[in-house]
């Protein structure tokens, strides 16, 4: 073979190369391809499995939990049982009255559960329903109250009647003579009886809820005694004032500022205060109110201010204000003659008006009173007394001058 051959044979070799390399490179990667998308779904599944396994963990925690709670399988034994328990609670712990305690229908579900129904009757109050249903509840079982019925009985005082319509249930799964569990639930985990016992029976669950708590008006908040200073000790005494719609409970003081040594103080919860001051000061009492509503409100804490504190001084009278005297604006103009008499023109200023006066009218103008003597074309002589007011034509009457008259003996 020549170099010429040899090189073609190269040439060759290398396009068969090339052609197996371009034919083989998609089929490797479509085998890539379905390698991963296989790895991907068992992962997907393997991903399921491992949830199931969680899941599958989770419900055989509960189902143990359940199987705890659970009546035994024996449907008259845990009838038995469970009745036992509810008369036990129902006369005995919380002492209802007139109490009547009865089976019900049992129901089967397949080979889960068989479900039985209890019916319980008595006579009791808030307080004794509260204690029934925290037993209810904090007893480890699966039951359930699917009707509770609660009616008035006003002949009776407080007393309810009450009716509970309740399921309890036994798992197939379980011990045929399981006891009932003496486990607590921790459905009330951390709750004390008493926490509900201070809520609820307050309660008036056949009326309205209590909404408001008691306010204080802002205005009325001030309480001041003025005492001489020789009265010292001095009593103060006031009430408190709160305002709600079911009526006040109580009042409180809660905090003063009133030192040992200068006053003492006394209250009563119907809002009576007494201070006994030995001297004069201005103190403060935090004060709140308690409502007669169900349940009970309280107010927010306010503060009164007390002031006890000398009289003022008397004050000298205040002079009045001098009054203004109409005969300065009445004025003697002129004097006529009509019909064979003197007739005196007086004009006051202040009102535009011109009287025309003869002998014996009377004149009562700001400060000069009198009746008309004599009338001459100079003079206006006014008689007042033993007076004589003789006023000067074109001059005010507030110009009259006095001229005593003489009797006639002297």
């Known amino acids: 073979m020549n170099q010429r051959e040899k090189t073609l044979a190269i040439i060759v070799g290398c396009l068969c190369g090339l052609f197996l390399l371009t034919w083989s490179i998609p089929k490797i990667k479509n085998q890539l391809t379905s390698r991963n998308d296989r790895i991907e779904a068992l992962n997907t599944e393997l991903d399921k499995k491992r949830a199931a396994k969680r899941q599958l963990d989770k419900n055989q925690i509960v189902l143990k939990k359940l199987k705890e709670q659970s009546l035994c399988r024996d449907p008259d034994l845990a009838q038995a049982q469970y009745k036992s328990w509810l008369i036990n ?206 349940p009970a409100k309280t107010s927010e804490v306010v503060a009164y201010t007390v002031r006890i504190r000398e009289k003022d001084p008397p004050r000298a009278p205040t002079p009045e204000p001098p009054k203004f005297d109409f005969a300065n604006t009445a004025f003697f103009i002129a004097s006529v003659e009509v019909g064979g008499q003197p007739e005196a023109w007086v004009k006051r200023r202040e009102s535009g008006e011109t009287l025309k006066l003869h002998v014996g009218d009377t004149v009562a103008i700001g400060s000069i009173k009198g009746k008309i003597v004599r009338i001459t074309l100079n003079e206006l002589e006014l008689a007042e007394g033993n007076e004589r007011l003789v006023i000067q034509t074109g001059k005010s009457l507030s110009t009259a001058t006095f001229v005593v008259q003489k009797s006639g003996s002297e």
């Open 89 to 294: 609670t129902v006369k005995e712990d919380v002492a209802f009255a007139d109490v009547v305690v009865g089976s019900g229908a049992v129901q089967k579900s397949g080979d889960t559960y068989v479900q039985h129904s209890f019916k319980v009757t008595g006579k009791g109050d808030l307080t004794q329903l509260t204690k029934f249903l925290f037993s209810f509840y904090e007893a480890n079982y699966l039951h359930r109250i699917r009707q509770l019925s609660i009616t008035p009985l006003p002949r009776e005082g407080n007393l309810l009647q009450f009716a509970f319509a309740i399921d309890a249930v036994s798992l197939q799964s379980v011990d045929p003579e399981k006891k009932l569990s003496t486990v607590k639930t921790d459905t009330l985990a951390g709750k004390d009886i008493n926490h509900f016992l201070d809520l609820i029976p307050q309660r008036n669950i056949f009326g309205a809820g209590n909404e408001y708590a008691p306010r204080f008006s802002t205005r009325d908040r001030t309480e001041t005694l003025s005492v001489e200073k020789t009265e010292f000790p001095v009593t103060m005494a006031f009430k408190l004032a709160a305002s709600d719609k079911d009526g006040i409970a109580s009042y409180e003081i809660v905090k003063h500022t009133l030192p040992e040594d200068e006053a003492t103080i006394k209250w009563d919860p119907a809002g009576n205060v007494t201070i006994v001051a030995k001297k004069t000061g201005e103190y403060t009492l935090q004060v709140r109110a308690t409502d007669k509503g169900a």
